[in-house]
Every structure is written in structure tokens, then in C-alpha cells.
């Protein structure tokens, strides 16, 4: 099976320009999920989608979303660029159980390198 | 915040060495899962240790996990240039889903 691919793989933007990173997962695989990590607060988790749905969400503002197609890929879209968004952002699925409890490997992308200037 | 910490934050190693990395955690989990990144690159997983497991091994790896003291390690034995990556501790949020908290990361460097 093919992994997990992101587009693009590597994005400058300006500040106030918003960006659609994509994510497409392990074919059969519904649940996907996004992290950010940068040098200072390492990998931190944005959100999880499962089956269209948000499912989980982090601790990030309003400018951060995302969404989940019926063929599981997901795309995350960040609205008004800060420099501080500059991070790599990583993709990753799983199987996904829809009422489990415990957790699954996550398969992860190379990632997308966004840089805002 | 919920976020592992791992220690060392570096560790550097002869081939043939064994590594040892540690992780703490904060609050009571489900399962714990260690990963490795090469180079800013994607996360690859390693292993994963449930609850109430004590030990696991995979190939190479060995995982303990104490939940008395939050606490797992991850030991690399016979140590190998590619395995010069950095390494992460991942916990779960204790919720439904897939939502992790990951560590600080152990930047671990094998010298040939």
C-alpha cells in the first residue's frame, strides 16, 4: 500500500495570506489527524478527523481548521498567516475504530515545510 | 500541559553501544507509543505498549513502561549508524480517537 502522502511538500508564504496544506492517507485508513511541530514546542496536535468529522481537537486558535472528504482525505487550511506558524506539518492516519477506546499506530507523512515570512 | 518529557534531550553513542532514552508523562494513559524521526522528516512508529504491559520487545528494542511512576524507556540495543534519529514518546489524551501528546524528543547520534 502506498503511505501517507502530503502536497505540497515545502510553501512560503507572506503574513496575513492564509494556506491549504493536503493530506492523503494509507488507502482503507479513515481516521486522520494533524500535528505542527516547530523547534519550540515540538509536535503538538491540531485535530483529528474521523469519517468526516472532527473528532479531536488541540489547543490551537480559530485560524486553524480542517476537514475530512468521504474518501478520508483531509485538508487543514490556516487563515492569516502569522511568522509564527513557520512549522512542519505533519499528517497522519489510521485504521480508525468509531467507538474504541484505545489508541492506534499513526502512520505519518513526510510532512509539508511551511515558512511565512 | 500534558506533554512528555524525554531524557536525555541528546545522547551520542559508539556503534555497537546500546542507548537508553526515558520518558515521563503526566496524567494516567491508555497506552504509550515511541517513534522515530530522521532529520525532520515524517514520523515512523517503533513500538507500542498498552497499560498493562511492563515489557515489550521488538527486535532490537525494548520498551518498559512503570505507570506507578508515569514513566517509560526505550532501550536501542547493539546500536547501528541508522539509528542516528531523534526519538519521541507519545501518550494518548485518555479520550476517544487518536489524540496525542508527544515528548520533547531524544536527538540520539551514532557514531560510526
Known amino acids: 500500500k502506498a503511505g501517507v502522502t502530503q502536497t505540497p511538500r515545502y510553501l512560503i508564504k507572506t503574513r496575513g495570506q492564509q494556506v491549504t496544506l493536503s493530506c492523503s492517507p494509507i488507502?482503507?485508513?479513515?481516521?486522520v489527524s494533524w500535528y505542527q511541530q516547530t523547534p519550540g514546542q515540538g509536535l503538538q496536535f491540531l485535530f483529528e478527523y474521523f469519517s468526516e468529522t472532527q473528532r479531536n481537537k488541540g489547543n490551537f486558535p480559530g485560524r486553524f481548521s480542517g476537514r475530512q472528504f468521504s474518501n478520508s482525505r483531509s485538508e487543514m487550511n490556516v487563515s492569516t498567516l502569522e511568522l509564527g506558524d513557520s512549522a512542519l506539518y505533519l499528517c497522519?492516519?489510521?485504521?480508525?475504530?468509531?467507538?474504541?477506546?484505545?489508541?492506534?499506530?499513526?502512520?505519518f507523512g513526510p510532512g509539508t515545510r511551511l515558512l511565512v515570512l | 500541559s500534558q506533554q512528555g518529557e524525554e531524557d536525555p534531550q541528546a545522547l551520542s553513542i559508539q556503534e555497537g553501544e546500546n542507548a537508553t532514552m526515558n520518558c515521563s508523562y503526566k496524567t494516567s494513559i491508555n497506552n504509550l507509543q515511541w517513534y522515530r524521526q530522521n532529520s525532520g522528516r515524517g514520523l515512523v512508529h517503533l513500538i507500542l505498549i498498552r497499560s498493562n504491559e511492563r515489557e515489550k520487545h521488538s527486535g532490537r528494542l525494548r520498551v518498559t513502561l512503570d505507570t506507578s511512576k508515569k514513566s517509560s524507556s526505550l532501550l536501542i540495543t547493539a546500536s547501528r549508524a541508522a539509528d542516528t534519529a531523534s526519538y519521541f514518546c507519545a501518550t494518548d489524551a485518555g479520550n476517544t480517537g487518536n489524540q496525542f501528546y508527544f515528548g520533547t524528543g531524544t536527538s540520539l547520534t551514532v557514531i560510526p
Open positions: 488507502s482503507g485508513h479513515r481516521s
Open positions: 497522519a492516519s489510521s485504521p480508525g475504530r468509531p467507538r474504541g477506546t484505545l489508541q492506534e499506530t499513526q502512520y
